[in-house]
Structures are given as C-alpha cells and as structure tokens.
C-alpha cells in the first residue's frame, strides 16, 4: 500500500505560477502511474493530468494542456505538478492519485486509482 501526501497549494494571483508535489511513502512510487485531479466547490472531481510509471507517457485535460507540467523523481518517491499561467478557473482542491501499473497506459478516470491524497487547496485571485 501506499500513502500520498500532497503539498504546494496556495494563495497566487492570476497569471502566476505554483508547483504542486505528491509524495509518496510506504511502498516504491515506480510501480505506479499517477494522476493529478482538482474539485471546485460545488463541482465533480476532474482529471488535470497524468503520467505513467516511468514518466515516459503524460496526459493533460484540454483545459490546462500548454500550461501544467506533470513530471516525475522516481528516486525522490515525488510527482510534481508544475502549474504557470494560472487562471481563477484553476481554483480548487488539487489531489493526486496513484494506480499499481508498469504499463505505458496513463489513467484518466477518477475510478482508475486506487490510492488518494488528502489535497491541497489552490487560490487564484484575478
């Protein structure tokens, strides 16, 4: 099993920039693929990006592809979430996900992970 802990949220104006990190402990984060999910108040949970294992394969939601970065430090048991051009539209509690996985194939749905974090809330003021 594995436990996820998120961290990097915060206040940022619009235009800016944050970089969102997934830590993970208890197990080797190689063996999973990992995902990037954000929930606004009042909203369904929605995927943001994805990358599998071995960082080889990456996703991104139409809505933040040319502007979130998702990379990986197997070594470091992290997953980053590199976020620039930040809109007001991008508030929301971030979370990350991971799947047991050492295939190229990057999850994109909620109920593909097996594993959450808690989140953490990200604030964009315009």
């Known amino acids: 099993q594995v436990q996820l802990v998120e961290s990097g949220g915060g206040l940022v104006q619009a235009g800016g920039s944050l970089r969102l990190s997934c830590a993970a402990s208890?197990?080797?984060?190689?063996?999973?693929?990992v995902g990037w999910f954000r929930q606004a108040p009042g909203k369904a949970r929605e995927f943001v990006a994805a990358i599998s294992w071995n960082g080889a394969k990456t996703y991104y939601a139409d809505s933040v592809k040319g502007r979130f970065t998702i990379s990986r430090d197997n070594g470091k048991n992290t997953v980053y979430l590199q976020m620039n051009s930040l809109k007001p539209e991008d508030t929301a509690v971030y979370y990350c996900?991971?799947?047991?996985?050492?295939?190229?194939?990057?999850?994109?749905?909620?109920?593909?992970?097996?594993?959450w974090g808690q989140g953490t809330q990200v604030t964009v003021s315009s």
């Open positions: 208890g197990r080797t984060f190689s063996g999973y693929a």
């Open positions: 996900a991971a799947l047991r996985s050492y295939s190229d194939y990057v999850p994109t749905g909620r109920y593909e992970y097996d594993y």
